[in-house]
Nanobody, 118 residues
Framework: QVQLVESGGGLVQPGGSLRLSCAAS????????MSWYRQAPGKERELVAS????????NYADSVKGRFTISRDNGANTVSLQMNSLKPEDTAGYYC???????????WGQGTQVTVSL
């Protein structure tokens, strides 16, 4: 069955770094665009970063540009999010998302918590 399993979350001080990973299985990973979303308590889920099937095209939310980097390894069926210069406002649950070309199928991981605090 389809699985997206996130890892790498945790507690980090402001200015620190974390690397999130998402391991995919059960579908043809290389044909799906991949994204990271986040959701803080009381807020809507928002797109953080996305990457095309080839990995050549990426997009970032303005709030994370220059600090976060999304990458993928189609051989290992993984997508990662390198997060540097973390701020308290980056605190949220981070979710891995996969979406296929039309007719679109979409999958979500269970999320991993990132907390940025002293």
């Amino acid at each position: 069955q389809v699985q997206l399993v996130e890892s790498g979350g945790g507690l980090v001080q402001p200015g620190g770094s974390l690397r999130l990973s998402c391991a995919a299985s059960g579908f043809t990973f290389s044909t799906y665009a991949m994204s990271w979303y986040r959701q803080a308590p009381g807020k809507e889920r928002e797109l953080v970063a996305s990457i095309s099937t080839s990995g050549l095209n990426t997009n970032y939310a303005d709030s994370v540009k220059g600090r976060f980097t999304i990458s993928r390894d189609n051989g290992a069926n993984t997508v990662s999010l390198q997060m540097n210069s973390l701020k308290p406002e980056d605190t949220a649950g981070y979710y891995c998302n996969a979406i296929s070309p039309p007719p679109a199928r979409q999958y979500w991981g269970q999320g991993t918590q990132v907390t940025v605090s002293l």
